[in-house]
């Protein structure tokens, strides 16, 4: 597979004029001043219980947030995978969706979430630097089974990638039918006009071989061998 095109069969739906704040062309969405009240969300439908188990992967950098003035919180999915869907507070209403979100407190961390279960892991549970603006990262989920795995990786000069951490949790098998590749928040209570601005791109939806093998992209390949050369 190669990375997705958001420009087709992607459907930005927009509850209170968030569009004027995302712009969407064929491999990035760039969001500004995204604020936490906004209910948006990107997603692209492949038909039911299409996505078992998978290999996905993207990037996603912060570019600036209301936090550093005094601002309130602002949650971000950057990727997600569901039935029905939604921004951050409708999947967590929902109690179906799994997905890795961008908390841009104090500090800046990122999350996989089973929205089913409410299993959570993420930069909390382990010692690892926290994110930083103006630096790009680059994400790899993998799901097989029950087990649900993230790799975030910082690039680093000379077209070089370094591995920042892994966190796993124990997920839902339930098989799901869309993608999502940017959410808002969507929260109205305590400072909601407060704002994140940054962008996702080059997602990359991998489909997974049940023979036990991954079908993996060109791209994806050379994440990995940059990683090998590191460790």
């Known amino acids: 597979m190669a990375k997705e095109n958001l420009n087709s069969g992607w459907v930005l739906v927009d509850e209170e004029g968030a569009t004027d704040y995302v712009i969407v062309s064929p491999h990035k969405a760039?969001?500004?001043?995204?604020?936490?009240?906004?209910?948006?969300?990107?997603?692209?439908?492949?038909t039911t219980n299409h996505f078992g188990d998978f290999v996905h992967s993207g990037e996603f950098q912060i570019d600036d947030t209301s936090h550093g003035v005094g601002g309130t919180t602002v949650l971000f999915p950057i990727w997600g995978v569901m039935n029905t869907p939604n921004s951050w507070m409708g999947m967590f209403a929902g109690n179906e969706a799994i997905s890795c979100f961008v908390y841009t407190g104090s500090t800046k961390k990122i999350f996989l979430h089973?929205?089913?279960?409410?299993?959570?892991?993420g930069m909390d549970n382990l010692d690892v630097p926290v994110l930083a603006k103006d630096v790009l990262y680059r994400w790899i989920i993998?799901?097989?089974?029950?087990?649900?795995?993230?790799?975030?990786?910082?690039?680093?000069?000379?077209?070089?990638?370094?591995?920042?951490g892994t966190w796993s949790i124990v997920c839902s098998s339930a098989t799901k039918r869309y993608v999502v590749n940017l959410?808002?928040?969507?929260?109205?209570?305590?400072?909601?006009?407060?704002?994140?601005?940054?962008?996702?791109?080059?997602?990359?939806?991998n489909e997974?071989?049940?023979?036990?093998?991954?079908?993996?992209?060109s791209s994806l390949k050379n994440l990995i061998k940059?990683?090998?050369?590191?460790?």
Request: net charge negative; aromatic share 10%.
């Open 30 to 46: 760039t969001f500004t001043e995204l604020k936490r009240r906004h209910e948006i969300h990107n997603s692209k439908d492949h």
């Open 114 to 121: 089973d929205h089913f279960s409410d299993n959570n892991d």
């Open 142 to 164: 993998t799901r097989d089974g029950t087990d649900l795995e993230l790799k975030v990786y910082e690039w680093f000069e000379s077209s070089t990638w370094l591995i920042l």
């Open 183 to 205: 959410a808002g928040h969507d929260n109205v209570s305590s400072n909601p006009d407060h704002w994140v601005t940054g962008f996702v791109q080059n997602l990359d939806i």
């Open 208 to 217: 997974y071989d049940p023979s036990g093998s991954s079908i993996i992209s």
């Open 226 to 231: 940059a990683r090998a050369r590191i460790l």
